[in-house]
């Protein structure tokens, strides 16, 4: 089974801190992508990555950078972290297009 | 410009009956439809999907049935059970994935 694992379940930041948001999946996957869920709004891509090294931008990247230096490892920072950053965020990692593997998600409150 | 819509965002069903989740996209380029369910505090998962060349496929209660004249999709649940009561995500594959807003189902035992 593939398995996408986020490093926190729940996180409480303060205003203005810089938050690291770590992901790895064990499958190989070339494939990462970061995605934010809030109410009403589903699932929005923040950025996403199809290979070591290289980054793309998603629906709503402002205020949010990533870093991908193994092909396992794809992890989203926050540089100033804000209140309306609060959400449940899910890394999650594919092969092609068919199909996403999602981790369990990392509910973050920015106080 | 939202490609995908789920415009019920909540859908409560008795205990045995018919789910019938609904889903509207705008692209024709799309080549995967998929079904995603979460629980609170959970990632999601995957449920069931159609590829664009067919226009059903059936997993065990799960049905997607896709008609792509009219750029809709569905899935159904039958009988609905009361660990069905989640969040449904529509989604579509192009070049990225696309998901709906999500619908929240609730079955009432």
């Known amino acids: 089974d593939v398995k996408v694992t986020q490093s926190s379940r729940y996180l409480v930041k303060r205003t203005g801190e810089k938050v690291f948001l770590e992901c790895v999946q064990d499958?190989?996957?070339?494939?990462m992508f970061w995605y934010r869920q809030d109410p009403g709004l589903g699932l929005r891509l923040i950025y996403f990555s199809y290979d070591v090294k290289m980054k793309e931008k998603g629906d709503i990247p402002e205020g949010y950078s990533v870093s991908r230096e193994k092909k396992e490892r794809f992890s989203l920072i926050l540089e100033s972290a804000s209140t309306n950053q609060t959400s449940m965020y899910l890394c999650?990692?594919?092969?092609?297009?068919?199909?996403?593997?999602f981790g369990s998600g990392t509910q973050l409150s920015v106080l | 410009d939202q490609q995908v819509k789920q415009n019920s965002p909540s859908l409560s069903v008795q205990e045995g009956r018919i789910s019938i989740l609904n889903c509207d996209y705008t692209n024709s380029m799309f080549d995967y439809f998929l079904w995603y369910k979460k629980y609170p505090a959970e990632g999601p998962t995957f449920l069931i999907s159609?590829?664009?060349?067919?226009d059903k496929n059936e997993d065990g209660r799960f049905t997607v049935f896709l008609n792509k004249s009219a750029k809709h999709l569905s899935l159904h649940i039958v009988p609905s059970q009361p660990g069905d009561s989640a969040v449904y995500f529509c989604a579509f594959t192009g070049n990225q994935f696309y998901f709906g807003t999500g619908t929240s189902l609730t079955v009432i035992p």
């Open positions: 999650a990692s594919s092969v092609l297009t068919e199909k996403l593997f």
């Open positions: 159609i590829s664009s060349i067919k």
């Open positions: 499958m190989d996957h070339e494939n």
